[in-house]
């Protein structure tokens, strides 16, 4: 059996610092290799050849003139630091990692580089998704094109926690760059899986415990009525394990829902269960009624999609 | 003929106090006085000034020290607050509008503290409240969903401009730092050589669509912080409803309570909207309020007078600046002096605020500016919480500036008669500040009834510095001791505190005896050992006397000289000795030279006292003409100050001595002061100069020649000592009491000093015969020199 493959699309921005450092603990407990990918948008590159480009900055919404040197400097830089960032990681512990260079269509030079990659982990949030916790393009369209377990990383999101006023109390009391906290601020949030169908539930529960024996963390299942847990030796065997620890969680059937908000109940759970990753199947979108791509998007916490197994 | 001196039998030199006279065993049968006895003008005086309303009717009560004022004071003031309703209660509170200044609260007297526990309750409510509310799914869901419409209005706005950009087949790129717009074609940017070899109306109808894709974007993007800052709003509503229902029912519940009170209410309508404005201050972890806050809503009880009775009665023992006015307290941290509401502490005048406050004289004015500060305080009839350093600016730190509270206090000074009068005299602002006088007698008159009421007082004292009761003899004995130390055998001494001292020590003799009650044998062995305590120095002098150190003989007959009588008094301590006083005459101008005014030892009295005494030498014996006399006066081995006119017939009859060349006898002694009419006047002191010769004499032997001269106008301030009485009741020792000089002399000399007739002129052989005679000798023999003066001008002698 070949060494797994955990793919991570990285650049240069703290968010992707936060998912490279994800990517690596999950290699380095699968024994496998990371392979960094950057992909230089060609888009970007025939945008900046044209002389009337601009770049409208999305604080002030004021352009200003966007060429290939720009481009070609911004790169540069960004190259730098993904090279920095993946030497500091192999500095203590072994890694085998590479990091592939590619220019071209993004999504398609991410499915060209995944389809050997037993994992592929990337920002919930890509450039093109705007403001807000939306799911990025490239996540969508990998979701949407099935293949290997996907780990959908997110900064975990203070504000939808504390909204109430810490900004400004942060800021007034550490100056107002103030970096984004690392996600395991909350070491003993619990990895959560949703075991939502008989058909992909084993799957859930195997990258469940995967993630739990890699995080150190407890887990929390929440299994629909109706799947017998019996049918699961992967839960069996874990529970007589007992190790990582484990919870199992009977939960109702949601009704049918007509917006496209996420299930309040579903939500509340994940809340009170602080949850630090959530793992689910691609086939969870289906059982509660919604796009998976929306369903996904509104998860406050990083995102394991696990695909179905062939029928 | 002059009158006879009166010699004074044993009975007239002390008035007993007969035990069997008193209705009682022992003191403890009796209740305390009503009122304390013969102090009838102070207590009119207290009642007038605590009665009457304001208009600096202040009191200071002025007498003897340890004439029992502040005992007296206090009693009664304790006794007229009891009438009077507590007065309110004060406390500052947080000002929110203005930190540096806290509020004051006025609160009936048994509110304020009902009203702190209410706070600190409530500030106990809002630890648990607050976090429940903002922790509760409501908040959250909420939040969420206010995030969620915020989020997908920025979504929906770009996402519209990136459909039509589709639409237009323009491509909109993210980059790190917003976005880039270019012509898209066949699912990819076209490059600027494809796009080049466009024809030229279609490049700019792409460039066209561009700009103007460009300027929607920019118009969105533009638009989102307005949309932020509508959310921030929306949120910031959000948490003040949260807020309100987080504490609203608590404060409304509060307020409800305390609606008889506007200033409670308001205060809490302020702790409603401070707790409001700060909803973004909240603990991050735990949604509670900071402390720092919390404690903003409590109140600073600086008076309670929960449980009071009456109005206070407060007195204060170190009437510092700060002790009067209250105080700010500060704390320490991180190199600064820091300061809040709650660390104001009250002064004096605010406990006494509304009832009164009690003050001794003398230590108030031993305080740096704390006397001003009173003043101060009573002119503006309130009270500023000012420390001095902030009052002349020596230095200055983080500071408070509380609102002054209204003062409505009645102070009474304690003090003595001195202090009264120099204030009154110097101190402009007194008069008008401490317009009555409460005047302490130093003595009562010793009758019947007094003695039964002082009988009550001692039972008093003993009762309230818990000793045993004193028996009957014990109170008799008492009695005398306080005539005794009135000076007077009609008065009783009205001060408290040298009986208490004495009881207290009687009490101790009795304790070592095992008696029950405290004996008259106490009362005199605690006299006796008072005395032998402090009597080191009169021992001294006594020795210095009987080896004749200090030359006083008490036998024989000496021209010119004579033992006069002087009272020492030391540490409360007084003595009487003799002094020898000396005389010389000689011819001259009418000249009396007082040798200690000379060496500048004597005073004014004295000095005052020798002039008299020269005019009545002049006027008794050179009526019609001049006194051709050069005399001088001395006290032979007094090396002190010398004062006073008690020497003045002791001055003369040395001087006639002196003068007609007639001896005096040593074994008497003389006291008393005379008019110019040769009237002898009383003096003081005149049982310790009686005991302080008879000692002298005693201790050398008596042998019934031995006595003293007094002014009969001191007869009534005879309490002699035991051993003194008895001698004169064994005819060993004399007390002779005269009118006039010439009794006196007549006494001393054993001469008739005889009565002038109708020409002026003395018997023959009488004394005053001789003074006259040898008076003309003295004239011729200054009438000799002056006439030679005049033949000789230049002053030149024949030869």
Same mark, same amino acid.
Not at chain 2, 64 to 67: E, F, H, P, R, V
Not at chain 2, 280 to 286: K, P
């Given at each position: 059996m070949t060494a797994p493959h955990v793919l991570v699309l990285i650049d240069a921005s703290p968010a992707s610092r936060m998912a490279l450092a994800s990517a690596a603990r999950l290699a380095r407990q699968q024994h496998g290799e990371l392979i960094a990918l950057f992909v230089e948008d060609q888009d970007l590159h025939a945008s900046a050849g044209h002389p009337f480009t601009r770049e409208i900055s999305r604080l002030s919404g004021e352009s200003r003139p966007f060429d290939r040197e720009t481009l070609l400097t911004r790169l540069a830089q960004q190259r730098h630091q993904i090279e920095a960032m993946l030497s500091e990681l192999d500095r203590d512990t072994p890694l085998r990692w590479h990091l592939e260079v590619v220019a071209g269509p993004v999504f398609e030079s991410v499915r060209a580089a995944a389809e050997t990659a037993d994992w592929v982990v990337l /920002?919930? #949030?890509?450039?093109?998704?705007?403001? /807000?916790?939306r799911l990025g393009s490239v996540a969508r369209r990998l979701l949407e094109s099935g293949g290997n377990r996907l780990f959908l990383w997110q900064a975990i999101d203070h504000e939808s926690h504390r909204w109430r006023g810490s900004e400004q109390r942060l800021s007034r009391l550490r100056g107002p760059s103030r970096p984004t906290a690392p996600?395991?601020?909350?070491?003993?949030?619990a990895v959560v899986g949703l075991l939502l169908s008989q058909r992909t539930a084993e799957a859930v529960v195997q990258t469940a415990e995967i993630i739990a024996t890699v995080t150190d963390r407890p887990c929390h299942l929440f299994l629909l009525t109706?799947?017998?847990? #019996?049918?699961?030796p992967s839960l069996t065997a874990w529970r007589q394990a007992g190790d990582p620890p484990l919870i199992v969680e009977l939960i109702e059937a949601a009704p049918e829902r007509?917006?496209?908000?996420?299930d309040p109940a579903l939500f509340r759970n994940l809340q009170q269960t602080a949850a630090s990753v959530v793992v689910l199947s691609d086939d969870a979108g289906a059982v509660l009624g919604r796009p998976l791509t929306d369903l996904i998007a509104d998860i406050p916490a990083p995102v394991i999609r696990v695909p179905s197994p062939p029928a | 003929m002059a009158d006879a001196p009166t010699r004074l039998d044993?009975?007239?030199l002390y008035r007993p106090c007969h =035990?069997?006279?008193?209705?009682?065993? +022992? +003191?403890?049968e009796l209740e305390p006085p009503?009122?304390?006895?013969?102090?009838e003008r102070a207590l009119e005086a207290l009642s007038f000034g605590t009665e009457i309303g304001d208009g600096g009717f202040n009191l200071y009560a002025l007498g003897?020290?340890?004439?029992g004022k502040y005992a007296v004071v206090r009693d009664f003031l304790e006794g007229r607050a009891r009438r009077d309703a507590p007065p309110p209660s004060w406390a500052y509170v947080y000002?929110? @509008? @203005?930190?540096?200044k806290p509020r004051l609260l006025k609160l009936p007297a048994r509110a304020g503290r009902d009203l702190q526990a209410d706070l600190e309750h409530l500030v106990d409510e809002f630890r648990t409240a607050i976090p429940a509310v903002f922790e509760s799914d409501e908040y959250h869901n909420r939040i969420q969903e206010l995030r969620e419409t915020y989020k997908r209005r920025q979504h929906e706005a770009i996402a519209a401009i990136s459909k039509e950009a589709e639409e237009r087949h323009v491509a909109m790129v993210s980059t790190p730092n917003g976005f880039t717009l270019g012509p898209y074609r066949d699912g990819k940017i076209l490059d600027p050589e494809a796009f080049g070899k466009l024809p030229e109306e279609e490049q700019k109808a792409w460039q066209a669509a561009i700009d103007e894709l460009e300027a929607k974007l920019k118009q969105v993007l533009q638009q989102i912080p307005k949309w932020q800052k509508e959310a921030g709003e929306r949120l910031q509503a959000l948490n003040e409803e949260m807020m309100r229902v987080a504490v609203g029912q608590q404060l409304q519940a509060l307020e409800d309570r305390w609606a008889h009170l506007l200033d409670v209410t308001r205060f809490l309508g302020a702790i409603r909207d401070d707790l409001i404005s700060h909803v973004?201050?909240?603990?991050? $972890?735990?949604s509670t309020v900071p402390e720092e806050i919390l404690n903003?809503?409590?109140?600073?009880?600086? !008076?309670?007078?929960?449980?009071?009775?009456g109005a206070p009665v407060i007195y204060e023992d170190l009437p510092t600046h700060a002790r009067l006015i209250g105080r700010i307290e500060h704390y320490f941290r991180e190199g600064a002096l820091l300061t809040d509401f709650r660390l104001i502490r009250a002064g004096a005048l605010h406990r006494a605020n509304g009832g009164y406050l009690i003050l001794h004289a003398r230590q108030i004015l031993m305080q740096p500016f704390a006397w001003e500060t009173l003043k101060r305080a009573i002119y503006g009839k309130q009270v500023r919480i000012e420390s001095l350093e902030q009052l002349y600016a020596v230095f200055t730190t983080i500071t408070l500036e509380p609102d002054p509270i209204p003062l409505d206090v009645k102070v009474v000074l304690i003090g003595d008669r001195l202090l009264y009068y120099l204030l009154a005299e110097y101190d402009p602002d007194f008069a008008k500040l401490f317009k009555v006088q409460a005047d302490f007698e130093d003595t009562l008159p010793r009758q019947a009834e007094n003695e039964l009421d002082y009988a009550r007082t001692l039972a008093a004292i003993a009762r309230r510095d818990r000793l045993r009761p004193l028996d009957r003899g014990a109170v008799a004995r008492s009695i005398e001791h306080a005539s005794r130390l009135a000076d007077d055998?009609?008065?009783?001494?009205?001060?408290t505190r040298p009986l208490a001292d004495l009881l207290a020590e009687a009490n101790y003799l009795a304790g070592a005896s095992h008696a029950e009650h405290i004996g008259a044998h106490h009362v005199e062995a605690a006299i006796r050992a008072q005395e032998r305590r402090a009597e080191r120095l009169r021992e001294r002098a006594v020795e210095a006397i009987l080896r004749g +150190?200090?030359? !006083?003989?008490?036998q024989g007959e000496r021209i010119g000289a004579i033992n006069g009588l002087a009272v020492s008094e030391l540490g409360g301590f007084r003595f009487g000795l003799p002094t020898r006083i000396t005389a010389t005459a000689r011819p001259g101008r009418g000249q009396v030279v007082d040798i200690e005014r000379e060496a500048k030892l004597g005073g004014n009295i004295h000095a005052k006292a020798v002039m008299i005494l020269s005019r009545y030498l002049g006027s008794r014996y050179a009526p019609d003409g001049e006194l051709s006399l050069s005399a001088s006066l001395a006290f032979e081995q007094m090396y002190g100050s010398v004062d006073g006119d008690s020497a003045s017939v002791a001055e003369v009859a040395a001087l006639v001595s002196a003068i007609a060349r007639a001896p005096i006898r040593q074994s008497l002694a003389v006291t008393g002061s005379i008019n110019q009419l040769g009237e002898v006047q009383a003096i003081g002191g005149v049982n310790e100069k009686i005991e302080g010769f008879f000692r002298i004499c005693r201790d050398r032997g008596? $042998?019934?020649?031995h006595g003293v001269i007094i002014p009969a106008s001191n007869r009534p301030h005879l309490m002699l000592d035991q051993a003194v009485r008895s001698a004169v009741g064994a005819g060993r020792f004399a007390i002779h009491a005269v009118d006039r000089v010439d009794q006196a002399l007549a006494l001393l000399t054993?001469?008739? =000093?005889g009565e002038a007739d109708a020409n002026g002129a003395f018997p023959a052989d009488s004394l005053n015969r001789r003074v006259t005679d040898r008076l003309a000798r003295f004239a011729r023999a200054t009438r000799h020199d002056r006439d030679h003066e005049h033949r000789d001008p230049d002053g030149a002698g024949p030869g």
């Open positions: /920002g919930k #949030a890509g450039w093109s998704a705007g403001h /807000g916790a996600p395991s601020a909350d070491q003993q949030a109706g799947i017998d847990p #019996a049918t699961l007509h917006d496209s908000s996420v | 044993a009975d007239q =035990p069997g006279s008193l209705p009682f065993e +022992t +003191t403890a009503s009122a304390p006895p013969g102090q003897a020290t340890g004439s000002n929110f @509008d @203005d930190p540096d973004n201050d909240l603990e991050d $972890d735990s903003q809503y409590q109140i600073n009880l600086i !008076v309670d007078n929960a449980e009071l009775h055998r009609d008065k009783l001494a009205a001060g +150190t200090l030359n !006083v003989p008490t008596l $042998d019934g020649s054993g001469l008739e =000093p």
